[in-house]
């Protein structure tokens, strides 16, 4: 009895609780993490070689960056993680490290997302810091290239819904309706479907200076507030009505006021007025601010955004002398990788402890607003030369970034894979509203619409732009205006985008420097249209691109390697076929005789952030019998001898024979090789070599008398393929030649050094023995 008393009792206790467990495994409970973090995550991508929207998976945790392990990896991890990095959701991911194994911890192992969470943290995983896995299964994820509409990273500002977001200033003065950029007005901030005022009491020059470097303004200036107390009063009823039929107007001229902000303290050094110390009027706020009226500013803009003509901007520059600090790589104006000029020679900034108070400084100096992204990582595509800076510190308040501590930089510190950048605030000039593209696949693609006649009110009418001298540098700008970043290509002929009922050609002669913010900022023929073929199929068309590739020549082995070659005449038959001799050469006694060489070998890096592709498709390539090999590019490079005032007395060029990648950086795989009528390229990270002993790698230089010259090589001289940068293309040395021997050094990238520098490379005297200091 006892036995079974006791058996009873066990089958009661399981009963129970089986029961129980039933109970609470039916309860509703919220998801939640295993292991729930308390300090706030950061992310980043990581690796190379990648694209801005793909990368190794980094998480900072607990004051530490570390990786996450790719076992049961899977696509919804990947969309969690992208949504982190601010896109809209995951394409793929990648196993085995394969951008690159990382360093430190490896923060999380065994992830396990639905998808929908919020965070990583609400995921199931092994717990902080658990794993057993080494840095070769770091998982990296590829994410859509759409951003999440409104996200701030790290950089920028964790705006939440009882924060400030959108600011505008409304001008009043009815003059400045039309005139952009809007340089002084009432300040609102959005508020559920419209625009509310901020009151103005306590306000000062330091709120205004963060107002101002959100509207994209470097500075600001004193307001004469008793103008604007009368237009701050609200309007009679006729009014109102007047403003309505009125509607092209850029801002109604006055408005019924509603406060929704007062106390508003800014130090001068925030990059939002979110960050600002501020009050909100709680319930009916019509009666508020009674001794004061609406927050009223006045800003003064940068040199790009002076309101006159282009030739007063330019006397003002040349008597303000050469900056010290310049944006290069970026697709749009007040973006790009930050570099700076220090002893005649630019470098670039390595991005240890790189923030937006450093950045806006910068953007400040440049005569932009207040940044808007402190970008690290080479994201505007890696420099050339020196890093002249490391672990920048500004407060914000400094005039000039060499003002800012710095620490000097040693080749251990810092690789131009840390270069920084910027993203700056810039005016709003509506020049996006100018242009449109039709017909194209994608929104980045179609042909070009542009409105004129748009001004005083009146309904723009759109047309064409003609074809005819149509190039990349044309596209570059147009895909700028659009916002669309760079120019894939600039297309002649359209016909296959016949999709708009847009027929009229109202723009020709388009002529563009590539630098230039809007297509009307170009050389054109006005209104006197001049087109010779006027039909919709050869209006001009583009295709653009967020990325773009970036050539430049390695100085030094040009210099290493230069020397005199006399080649004699029966071993050039195929290079005269190719055009690779002097005119001369046609008069020579074939095959008696010889021509007098300079070689060299060329080192070709593409350091931007897409592959070098030639515009041709294979289709197209030009076979040459002679040399056996096809051509891809009819010139890929000019190689010219000067004379220090610029006078060619020799010239050679370099056919696209073969683009390919010859060597690549750690972990860059090769992409392009020319053998068995291969894709032809340079991808990102690699360079293709020219070696000084193949053919057409010279200079003809059997009809220059001794004397000092230049020898200027230029990269894609005809803009064939578009670049980030075209202002590095062109390298130069001097040169002594004595009729026998030549001494080339100082051989540099064109832009590399201080307009100082380069106009005493220009008038050097020659080399007096070859002693090369």
């Known amino acids: 009895m006892g036995s079974c008393s006791t058996w009873a009792w066990q089958e009661l206790l399981v009963l129970l609780s089986s029961v129980w467990l039933w109970v609470g495994s039916a309860q509703p409970t919220a998801p939640g993490p295993t292991h729930s973090p308390g300090p706030q995550l950061k992310f980043r991508l990581a690796g190379y070689p990648r694209k801005h929207n793909e990368g190794r998976v980094e998480v900072f945790y607990n004051d530490e960056w570390g990786t996450i392990c790719d076992d049961d990896f899977t696509l919804a991890n990947a969309h969690v993680l992208c949504r982190h990095l601010g896109f809209v959701a995951a394409t793929g991911w990648a196993h085995s490290a394969k951008y690159g194994k990382g360093v430190g911890r490896i923060w999380l192992d ?106 994209g303004f470097p500075a600001e200036k004193k307001v004469n507030r008793n103008f604007y107390k009368l237009a701050s009063k609200s309007q009679p009823k006729q009014k109102r009505r007047e403003d309505v039929r009125s509607k092209k107007r850029l801002f109604t001229e006055r408005q019924q006021l509603n406060y929704r902000l007062h106390s508003v303290s800014c130090t001068g050094t925030e990059v939002h007025l979110s960050m600002c110390a501020f009050e909100f009027y709680r319930g009916n706020a019509s009666a508020a601010c009674g001794a004061g009226m609406p927050a009223v500013v006045s800003c003064v803009p940068g040199p790009l955004f002076t309101p006159g003509n282009a030739h007063k901007k330019k006397q003002r520059q040349q008597q303000q002398g050469q900056p010290r600090i310049r944006l290069k790589g970026g697709a749009k104006v007040g973006e790009g990788r930050v570099e700076v000029l220090k002893s005649s020679e630019w470098g670039t900034i390595c991005d240890d402890r790189w923030n937006l108070l450093s950045a806006s400084v910068v953007c400040r100096e440049l005569g932009f607003g207040s940044a808007k992204e402190a970008l690290t990582g080479a994201r505007m595509g890696q420099g050339t030369g020196p890093i002249h800076m490391n672990e920048v510190q500004c407060l914000g308040t400094e005039k000039s970034l060499w003002s800012c501590p710095f620490k000097n930089i040693t080749q251990e510190d810092c690789k131009h894979t840390e270069d920084a950048a910027v993203r700056c605030n810039i005016p709003y000039m509506g020049y996006e509203n100018l242009i449109r593209l039709s017909g194209g696949r994608s929104r980045f693609e179609g042909r070009v619409e542009v409105a004129v006649g748009a001004g005083d009110g009146d309904q723009p009418r759109w047309g064409l732009v003609c074809g005819e001298g149509w190039g990349t540098l044309e596209a570059m700008v147009a895909c700028r205006q659009l916002g669309l970043g760079f120019a894939n290509h600039g297309l002649q002929e359209t016909w296959y985008w016949d999709a708009s009922n847009v027929t009229e050609m109202v723009l020709s002669g388009v002529k563009c420097a590539g630098h230039e913010m809007s297509l009307s900022h170009c050389q054109h023929h006005g209104t006197s249209l001049n087109c010779r073929n006027t039909g919709t199929r050869f209006a001009a068309g583009v295709i653009c691109s967020e990325t773009a590739s970036d050539l430049l020549l390695h100085a030094p082995l040009v210099q290493e390697t230069a020397y005199i070659e006399d080649r004699p005449l029966h071993m050039l038959y195929c290079a005269a076929e190719e055009n690779c001799l002097s005119s001369s050469a046609r008069l020579a006694n074939w095959p008696y005789g010889h021509r007098r060489l300079l070689r060299f070998s060329s080192q ?124 590095n293309n062109a390298m130069k040395c001097n040169c002594k030649y004595d009729g026998h021997r030549i001494w080339v050094h100082s051989c540099h990238i064109g832009d590399a050094l201080s307009e100082e520098a380069n106009k005493r490379f220009e008038q050097y005297p020659g080399q007096l023995n070859n002693q090369i200091s």
């Open 604 to 727: 070709i890096h593409n350091n931007g952030r897409a592959d070098f592709r030639p515009k041709a498709g294979r289709h197209s390539w030009v076979w040459h019998e002679c040399h056996r090999h096809y051509h891809s590019m009819d010139i890929f490079t000019h190689y010219d001898i000067l004379t220090p005032n610029g006078t060619k007395v020799a010239e050679g060029h370099k056919a696209s024979f073969c683009l390919e990648d010859t060597e690549c950086e750690e972990d860059v795989a090769k992409r392009y090789e020319c053998a068995n009528f291969g894709e032809q390229g340079i991808t990102v990270g690699c360079w293709d070599l020219y070696r000084h002993d193949i053919d057409c790698q010279w200079i003809d230089i059997t009809d220059v008398k001794p004397g000092n010259y230049i020898l200027q090589v230029v990269i894609n001289p005809n803009f064939e393929v578009a670049e980030s940068d075209f202002t």
């Open 110 to 215: 065994n992830v396990n997302c639905a998808g929908g969470e919020k965070s990583i943290g609400d995921c199931k995983h092994r717990g902080w810091g658990n794993s057993d896995c080494s840095h070769e299964e770091d998982a990296g994820v590829i994410c859509k290239d759409e951003r999440i509409p409104g996200f701030k990273d790290s950089n920028i500002i964790e705006t939440e819904q009882s924060h400030v977001e959108e600011v505008r200033l409304r001008p009043v003065v009815s003059g400045a309706r039309r005139q952009l950029p809007v340089t002084e007005g009432i300040v609102e901030v959005r508020y559920k479907d419209g625009w509310a005022q901020i009151c103005d009491e306590g306000w000062d020059s330091q709120n205004s200076r963060v107002v101002c470097g959100m509207m």
